[in-house]
């Protein structure tokens, strides 16, 4: 996933929050990888806000909060490779500069407000297209989720930044398109073709490739909790050993 974006869309149910569980699942694994994650329902990540920098629940002030922390980071960042005459993080900076992965479960949460949520809606929106379009360079990976990805919910200019894009489950065509980008329902790949009952099926496409449709792994809420108490205790191990 590294120098990777991706956004996973798919109507209620489909399986969107289990594969974001998988991918910050593998994250989590890697002690050098920090994570920041920004959870709508706060249930569905919760399992890993102990081995996580960051995690945030439906607060929009925490969540802007965190992801200017984040923009910070990434300038250090540009500032230090600028020094180094250097282009990109590689595993070599991971003591000063880990990877991050950022997961955004119902971007929505964060991107659709009413009333005075408005204008903190559109700024995190624009903060997080920031890392999503100059993260990838730094070491930022972004992971978001979303039930609808439509401009009415997510902005355009942040979701087409995304280079990976995974089609849960959909209703029609053109809520498949919207996930995958327009042209791929005629060509024959559409996520409304996925039978409603095979939970966790979907469309992936990868930057310039074809999309493949697979299925994500299903981690129980047992086995969340023994990877987590792994990767904690794999965490604690690390800090030891630096200290
Ligand atoms: N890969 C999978 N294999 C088997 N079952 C799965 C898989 N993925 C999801 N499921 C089943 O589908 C249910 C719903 O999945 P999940 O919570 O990820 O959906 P969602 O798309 O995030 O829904 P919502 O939009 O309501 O948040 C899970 O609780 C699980 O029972
Ligand atoms: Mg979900």
């Known amino acids: 996933m590294v120098e990777r974006n991706i956004v996973i869309g798919g109507e209620p149910g489909s399986g969107k929050s289990v594969s974001v569980s998988m991918l910050v699942a593998a994250a989590a694994l890697d002690p050098y990888v920090h994570l920041s994650l920004f959870d709508g329902k706060l249930v569905e990540l919760s399992m890993w806000r102990r081995c996580a920098d960051h995690f945030v629940g439906a607060d929009l002030s925490?969540?802007?909060?965190?992801?200017?922390?984040?923009?910070?980071?990434?300038?250090?960042?540009?500032?230090?490779?600028?020094?180094?005459?250097?282009?990109?993080?590689?595993?070599?900076?991971?003591?000063?500069?880990?990877?991050?992965?950022?997961?955004?479960?119902?971007?929505?949460?964060?991107?659709?407000?009413?009333?005075?949520?408005?204008?903190?809606?559109?700024?995190?929106?624009?903060?997080?297209?920031?890392?999503?379009?100059?993260?990838?360079?730094a070491g930022i990976i972004v992971v978001g989720a979303t039930q609808k990805p439509s401009s009415d919910i997510v902005p355009t200019a942040l979701r087409d930044l995304f280079g990976f894009r995974w089609a849960m489950r959909c209703s029609t065509p053109q809520a498949s398109d919207t996930i995958l980008g327009s042209g791929w329902a005629t060509q024959g790949f559409t996520a409304s073709s996925i039978d409603g009952r095979d939970r966790g099926v979907g469309f992936l496409l990868s930057e310039g490739g074809w999309p493949v449709r697979l299925k994500s792994y299903y981690l129980s809420d047992d086995d969340l909790r023994t990877l987590a108490r792994r990767s904690e205790a794999l965490r604690s191990a690390d800090v030891e050993r630096a200290s």
């Open 62 to 137: 925490r969540a802007i909060e965190v992801l200017r922390e984040l923009r910070a980071d990434m300038e250090d960042r540009y500032a230090y490779l600028m020094d180094e005459g250097r282009r990109k993080i590689t595993k070599g900076d991971g003591g000063r500069f880990p990877l991050r992965l950022v997961a955004v479960d119902e971007l929505a949460s964060f991107t659709l407000g009413v009333g005075d949520d408005k204008k903190l809606c559109a700024e995190f929106s624009n903060l997080l297209r920031d890392l999503v379009s100059r993260g990838r360079a």
